[in-house]
């Protein structure tokens, strides 16, 4: 109830606000504040009227379509890009408007930037693009969708992560499952030499364990420290995710950089049933 008041409340502000504006800059606000609650007809007044600049940003950086496509208002994404909004336009951040599409899951947003020529590899100051944000947050069917129109399921960021990883790490197995099918690499390695299967047990995701291994995970790789799927998930005291990865062949001998084996490290951390289990 409290939304739909502020909404009311902005709306019924708008038309003042149009008349009441000095300069450049409360204009750009009017503008942002009409494309928040997708008010087309004072949009319309302030770029003809007011000749407010189609992609006044915000301090921040963030501009109306922008603001539009995170509010989910495609008929005013519509007409903004029908002004001429800057589809590739970035926030401080390095944010887009498909990265925004993406990360609210707004799947005839996404389509509309694409068709509209929104840059599918743009990445943040982070590194990540919008199938990378849209997988650390499990939505599959934007996730399919930018693979289909050309995502590179092989894209890493600033710490060498692949989307495959990143949704992997956040127990997502749908968006794993998606990205493998599309070419993503699940054996891929991170700057720590950690593979996907490797974070997912870490993270007691078992789902995405058992995902991985169908789709030709190595269950013996290690990472830098030289700790495997296996040691992660008895460090946590997992045992569904110790007993999968023991029914695809995990080694129990294997030792890491300390040279302790999954069993040793389980007993160091409480857990006697999964030590038992490693014996």
Known sequence: MKFFII???LMAALPAAVHAGDTADDA???????????????????LNEKKVRVDEPSKFGKTPLMIAVENDNLDTVTLLLNRGANVNKRTVAGCTALTFASENGYP?????LLERGADISARTRSGWDSLMISAQY??????????????DPKAVDKNNKTALMMAAEKGHAD???MIAKWGGDVNARDKDSATPLILAAGEGHDDVVKVLLDNGADVNAQDALGATALMEAAENGDEATVKTL??????KSLKDSDGKT??????????DKIADLLK
Do not use: C, P, Y
């Open 262 to 271: 999954a069993a040793d490290i389980a007993k160091e951390s409480g857990h």
């Open 246 to 251: 023991l029914a695809a062949g995990a080694d």
């Open 175 to 177: 968006a794993v499952a």
């Open 108 to 112: 005839g947003i996404v389509a509309m």
């Open 7 to 9: 909404i009311f409340t």
């Open 28 to 46: 750009g606000k009017e503008l942002r504040m009409a494309a928040t609650v997708g008010e087309n007809e004072t949009i319309l007044k302030l």
């Open 138 to 151: 499990g939505i599959s069917d934007i996730v399919e969708q930018l693979l289909f129109r050309g995502a």
